[in-house]
Each structure stands twice: as structure tokens, then as C-alpha cells.
């Protein structure tokens, strides 16, 4: 894409520790200019603490987070080029959060370096925004809706949003898309974005992060990543014969029929699959939810 | 990027003060307009300063959560944030202090009764020890703990304040331990500075 | 190049394939510009590297061309050569599946036969 020299984001080793509690077990990510990335995984899996150590807004306990090859905490240079656009509270210590949205979008004009003022009036008008209601007064849809103005006007060379689709209906997320590529590719910026949503994100998402538990399970491009699996099904006999010698990762029973999900890093094509088994492509989220699902714990190595 | 946060901290800091002066011009306007017999208003010509204490403070405390995580939030790195904010703090210092000095003025000119200590280095002390409580309290606030040592805490200082105050009009405090108030006023201004800078610096906003 | 079961859920073949059945249409003649892959990313919601990659297939296979500087043109001669193309394919993609379907139901090749010129037949009329 055009890459215009935006700089890369890199964590080396990256710990975090809450006290006693370890959150983030040795975090190794690179995070190359002009990509889209999705940052997928489940509650708890710690992407809020990943985003916010990848962007100064936390300190890390162990490891180094470097923008263009310099430290990010605390360094103005190396955060001129970070934005990270999450929730906004409405509460705030023991009282409502009685800002406006206009506060926050001057707040964003004098501290984003490459905040774009009339691209953000386009999108307040475009979402129905009022600049003048308190944030406490604002709707769920509409405090998501103000997180996508900050993210996207900032026009920083990284972006980072924390679950910005959260608050949306299908048809609000659906413009969230359309919007997040008319604005990449114009721009050609990194964007790494954390979602529960998984599916309809997928085809936006030109690599994937999975991230388990304060690890990363998975990191690579989305179609490469998905193309290793397969959905084995048919006669219980039949679907073992196909997949033996194969890493079987899980297991469905319907009386004497079997499905089992099969990760071939060469494709499925090394499947011998003859006319008594289906053969089917697996989604970003049945891959997420057959990697990270820890149904069956016990049962094989993870 | 200090410059950049004062810029912002000034937008409201200049509400705050807004505030202190057209309460000074009240009080005094109604001083030359009703008198000062029976007129409360014109009572606080002589009680300003501590009007103006916890006006600081609690302003200074709110501004501190809010706005230092949104700055903080908003890639701002925090010495910049906290840098910004003690400029701002300190000009509000010398605003606050200098209507306050002048509010005596205009209550001498009234005749009135000094019912509190006009000095001006004791006011400047007790203005500047609500200015720095302000980002200590501001940032922890919302934890528990904090919530009740900060409640119990500020009125216990404002409290001490007006009372020695007092005491120093009606010259019944020993000079020494007047001084030594002091002294322990400005030992705890610095001890918070350096405390404030601490809490700052280890800032993680958990939302925007 | 393409594998040997469902690839309809990869995307990057599914944008070739549309190209391809536009060109096929004749919606795209010969010489004509195509969607560029930011365009085909936005109209689609999807990455336009994934656009790029259905893209490159093309090219790849001498369907489309690149004019430095202005875009990517359908070659001439494209629709010809995806016709034929297909038509080679035709018994991997669609009759063994035919087959195999026709042979999990029981439907004996004579059968099959029959069932399948009685369609084409119709086609023709």
C-alpha cells in the first residue's frame, strides 16, 4: 500500500504483572506500517492491556514496546504516532462524566499531531453527533460512535481501537467498515483493531492476532491462518480414516456421524477425502472459537 | 507538549477564576451598595481566602481526574500533563492570592472588623497547600480508602486553617507557634509537589 | 493453484472469479478498465490487499494488464481464454461433484446420462 514511511510498532518480550498476577506472558509483535490488523479474543484474554501497554498508556513490567525503533513510554516523538481510541467512561472517580463531546474532540485537536479537523466535523455530522451533550447523556451507540471520530480524524500513522463496534447495531458497524476503508485506503495507516465480532470483521482484516490468555496463539495473515483448517464430516469410520495422522483439534458426535476439525499446515489438500466425507472451509471464527474455545480441557495438548 | 497542556488546562482554569472574581465583585459591590452593617455578603470581603481555598481545591481536584487521564489518554506523556498543571496551579495561585489581599484591602476601607489574619505569606501558604492537595486528591480519588481519608482530611485542614486564623487576629497564638504552622505549611506544599509528580507519572487511564 | 474442495470461502479468489464472470459477460470487454483494487475494497468491505491478491491472480494468468499509472485493463482476448479456461475445469469443479452426488443417491451413470441431456436440451430452446 502507500506506505509513505510510517514507522513499525514492536514489543519484545512484554510482561505485565498486576501485583503477584502475571496478565501478559512474553509478548513478541511486530506490527508492520500500512496494515489493517484484527486483535481477536476472549474476554480476558488481555487486548485492552495489550493495546494499552502497546501505547504507553500502561507500564510494562517486563520487555520494551518501540515505535520506529525508539521507547514509546513517556516519549512525545515515538506517541506522535500512536493513537489510541477506546472507551469512553461515563463515569469518572465517584461522579458522572460531565465533559462533552466537544471537549473530547479539542482535547484530540491539541494532542494528536495529525488530527484532522474538518475530516472529524465530516464525521460528527455523518454519525448525528451533538458536540454539546455530556458524555454521561450519550447513548452506547453514540459514545462508540465518538471513539470512531477520535480514531479515525486522528489520522495518526498507528491506530489502535479497543472494541470501537461494541455499542453498534449491524447497520452502524456495517458503516464503521466502509468507513475504515475509504480512510485506509486513502491514508495507507496501520490500524489494529480488537473485536468480539469476529466474522463480519474478517474480511477487513488483512492479518490476525489472536491472542489467548496473555498470549499470542496465532499471528499471521487471515486467509493463510484459516486455509490450514478443515471441517472433516461424515460416517464415524469414514472421517477417521481421512483424518488420521492428521492434528485433530476438535471433535462433534451426532449418533453415528463425526465432525472433526483438522489443521493442515500445508492446506487441506494433503487430505486424502474421498466421496464419503464432506470436506468444508472453516471462518476466522470457528477457527477462533476451535483455538481459544478450551471446551475440553484435559483432553489434548493445547 | 507542556505548552500544549497548559493551553488546555488554562480553558478551564479560567472558568475557575471567572468564578473567584465575579464573587469578589459581588461581595464588594454589594459592601459599596448595602454597607457592611448586617450585610452577610459583605462578610466575605474578610472570609475570601478561604473561599478561595476550597474554590482551588475543589476545582484543582476535579480538573486533576479529569482532565490529566484525558490527557494522558490522548498520548500526552505524563510530565508534560503534570508540568501543565502545576503552571496552571500556580498561576491560579497568584490570581487567587492577589483578589484575596485585595478583598482585605477593600474590607479596611469599609471599616470592617478583621476577623481573620490579613497576612499575606500565611494565605499564600494555606492557597498553595489547597493547590497541590488537588492532584493528589483529584487522582486517587474513587478509591476507597483515599474517598475517606480525603473526606475526613480537607475539612480538618480548612478547619485548622480558619481556626489559627482566627486565633492569630484575636492574638491568642504564640508567635512561634504561628511560624512553625507556617513552616510545617510549606514543608507539606513541597512534600506534595513531589507526591503529585509521583502519582502522575504512574497514570494508566483505564478508559478515555 | 486452486484446491481440490470448496474454495469459494477464499476470499481473494472469490474477487477473481467476479472479475472473471464479469469479463465472461462481457460486462468488461477487452481493453476496458477495471474496478481498481481500492474501489474494489471499498464496494466489497474488504482489505484491498485481499482485492490485490484476486487482482495479481488475474494478471498472472494474462487476463488483465497494468497501465503504469492509470490502472488495470481487461487483455484481449480474456474472455476466450477464462471460457476455455473453465471449460477445462469443468468436469473437476462441477460433474465429479455431480457424480458423487448422483452416487449418493443411487443414480446409476445411464441414468445420470439421461438427466443430464434432458437439461442441456432445454437450455438450448
Known sequence: MNQKNYPELRAEGLRLRYGKQEVLHGIDLTLRPGCIYGLVGRNGAGKTTLLSCLTGQLAVSEGTVMCGGAPVWENAAALANLCFSREIGTTLGNGPNNLKVRDYLEAAALFLPHWDKAYAARLVQRFGLDERKKICKLSKGMLSMVTIVIALASRAPITLLDEPVAGLDVVAREDFYKLLLEDYTETGRTFVISTHIIEEAASVFEEVILLDEGRIREMGATDALVGQFAAVSGAEEAVDAVCAGHTVLTTERLGRQKQCVVRLPGGPGALRAGSQVDVEPLTLQKVFVTLCGHEEKGGGAA | MTGRAVRFLLRWAALLLGIAVLLALVTVGSAALLGTEGNFLAGYLVAFPLIAEVLFLVSGSSMAMFLMRLMVAMSCPRRAAWAGMQIVTWLCWAALLAISLGMFRMARVFGMEMLFSTDAVFHGLFLALAGQLALPVGLLQGRRAWDLVIAAGIPGIALTGIILSWLWQQSMLPIPVYQGIQVVCAGAVAALFVAGRRLAMRLAPQQM | ?125
Open chain 3, 1 to 125: 493453484m486452486l484446491q481440490p474442495f470448496n474454495e469459494q470461502s477464499v476470499l481473494y479468489l472469490q474477487v477473481a472469479q467476479m472479475l472473471e464472470d464479469g469479463i465472461l459477460r462481457g460486462v468488461y470487454p477487452a481493453e476496458e478498465q477495471v474496478p481498481s483494487t481500492n474501489e474494489l475494497a471499498r464496494a466489497y468491505k474488504i482489505n484491498p490487499a485481499t482485492a490485490a491478491k484476486g487482482i495479481n491472480l488475474l494478471v498472472d494468468e494474462g487476463v488483465l494488464y497494468k497501465r503504469r499509472g492509470i490502472g488495470m485493463f481487461v487483455a484481449p482476448g480474456a474472455a476466450a481464454a477464462i471460457a476455455a479456461r473453465r471449460k477445462a475445469a469443468f468436469y473437476q469443479d462441477y460433474v465429479i461433484a455431480l457424480a458423487k452426488e448422483a452416487a449418493s443417491l443411487g443414480i446409476g451413470a445411464e441414468e445420470l446420462a439421461q438427466m443430464v441431456r434432458r437439461a442441456a436440451e432445454q437450455k438450448e430452446d
